[in-house]
């Protein structure tokens, strides 16, 4: 009787340490909540099992060893088993996240990628018909961007990328949105500020940029400028209710823009 006494209750901590874990992975596996939390229901369910035969034994005297003896080799496997699962769903969740930051983040700069800058700015968009604040969008490109690349290497055209991301980022608020649409080209979205605002808010970007050395090659400050195209969008002149089309019309009005900037001569602003 004390050995299925024993086995029991090593078969009942085990499964409780089981369903322990089952509903733990209820907090912490947020893509499979709802498996997680079937499973870790069925094993505390179980957990009656286990107890059953302990209550019987104590109250009534009868037991069966052979169901002792393989209560605990269930119990024990099911517990390694939750381990081994509890292991295997935080590992998935970790490089599910993964996956999703690399199409937030562009990989080289830390800047947002193309596709996540464009969906928060569909997102600023629907918010500006709702508010009718204006929107700026700033089409930012490096002027010959091609020459440090061919003079100093692609390594280098790397670093000067990741500085830029830097020293822009620097400058901008937490609810603007800045974001690498292309090979040197970057998205600066700023809600809520008009022309003249948008103007001051580019003009800085430019002298800052200007200013601070965003590569050293051997000892030497590489220095680079870049144009800026900016566009405004204004909810009581454009009538136009869709976000994606407007979103379209911005981003090419800021495009040409910056392309007239660097027409103009480079390292200046074009409305």
Same mark, same amino acid.
């Given at each position: 009787?004390?050995?299925?006494?024993?086995?029991? /209750?090593?078969?009942?901590?085990?499964?409780?340490?089981?369903?322990?874990?089952?509903?733990?992975?209820?907090?912490? =596996?947020?893509?499979?909540? &709802?498996?997680?939390? *079937?499973?870790?229901?069925?094993?505390?369910? @179980?957990?009656?099992?286990?107890?059953?035969?302990?209550?019987?034994?104590?109250?009534?005297?009868?037991?069966? +060893?052979?169901? %002792?003896?393989?209560?605990?080799?269930? /119990?024990?496997? &099911?517990?390694?088993? @939750?381990?081994? *699962?509890? #292991? &295997?769903?935080?590992?998935?969740?970790?490089?599910?996240?993964?996956?999703?930051?690399?199409? #937030?983040?562009?990989?080289?700069?830390?800047? @947002?990628?193309?596709?996540?800058?464009?969906?928060?700015?569909?997102?600023?968009?629907? #918010?500006?018909?709702?508010?009718?604040?204006?929107?700026?969008? +700033? @089409?930012?490109?490096?002027?010959? *961007?091609?020459?440090?690349?061919?003079?100093?290497?692609?390594?280098?055209?790397?670093?000067?990328?990741?500085?830029?991301?830097?020293?822009?980022?620097?400058?901008?608020?937490?609810?603007?949105?800045?974001?690498?649409?292309?090979?040197?080209?970057?998205?600066?979205? &700023?809600?809520?500020?008009?022309? =003249? /605002?948008?103007?001051?808010? =580019?003009?800085?970007?430019?002298?800052?940029?200007?200013?601070?050395?965003?590569?050293?090659?051997?000892?030497?400050?590489?220095?680079?400028?870049?144009?800026?195209?900016?566009?405004?969008?204004?909810?009581?002149?454009? /009538?136009?209710?869709?976000?994606?089309?407007?979103?379209? #019309?911005?981003?090419?009005?800021?495009?040409? %823009?910056?392309?007239? %900037?660097?027409?103009?001569?480079?390292?200046?602003?074009?409305?």
């Amino acid at each position: 009787m004390i050995l299925a006494a024993v086995l029991y /209750s090593i078969s009942l901590i085990a499964q409780i340490l089981a369903a322990a874990y089952a509903v733990n992975l209820i907090f912490r =596996a947020r893509l499979y909540r &709802l498996a997680c939390g *079937f499973l870790g229901l069925g094993l505390t369910l @179980m957990i009656g099992r286990r107890v059953t035969p302990l209550v019987v034994m104590f109250i009534e005297g009868r037991f069966n +060893l052979a169901d %002792a003896w393989l209560s605990l080799p269930i /119990s024990i496997f &099911l517990l390694l088993g @939750m381990f081994q *699962f509890k #292991k &295997l769903l935080i590992e998935l969740e970790e490089k599910n996240f993964a996956l999703d930051q690399s199409f #937030k983040i562009d990989s080289l700069t830390g800047a @947002m990628s193309r596709v996540e800058t464009l969906a928060r700015v569909d997102l600023e968009i629907k #918010k500006s018909f709702r508010n009718k604040k204006h929107i700026a969008f +700033l @089409m930012a490109d490096i002027d010959c *961007f091609k020459g440090v690349n061919d003079t100093y290497g692609h390594q280098v055209g790397d670093q000067v990328l990741v500085n830029l991301v830097k020293h822009c980022q620097d400058e901008l608020r937490e609810i603007d949105i800045f974001g690498r649409v292309g090979g040197e080209e970057f998205l600066i979205v &700023l809600p809520e500020l008009n022309e =003249a /605002s948008a103007y001051e808010v =580019a003009d800085r970007l430019r002298i800052h940029i200007a200013k601070e050395p965003s590569a050293n090659v051997e000892g030497k400050d590489i220095f680079i400028t870049i144009s800026i195209g900016v566009a405004v969008y204004d909810p009581h002149d454009d /009538s136009e209710l869709n976000p994606q089309l407007v979103l379209r #019309k911005y981003y090419e009005l800021c495009d040409q %823009a910056m392309y007239r %900037a660097k027409q103009a001569g480079r390292n200046r602003i074009s409305l």
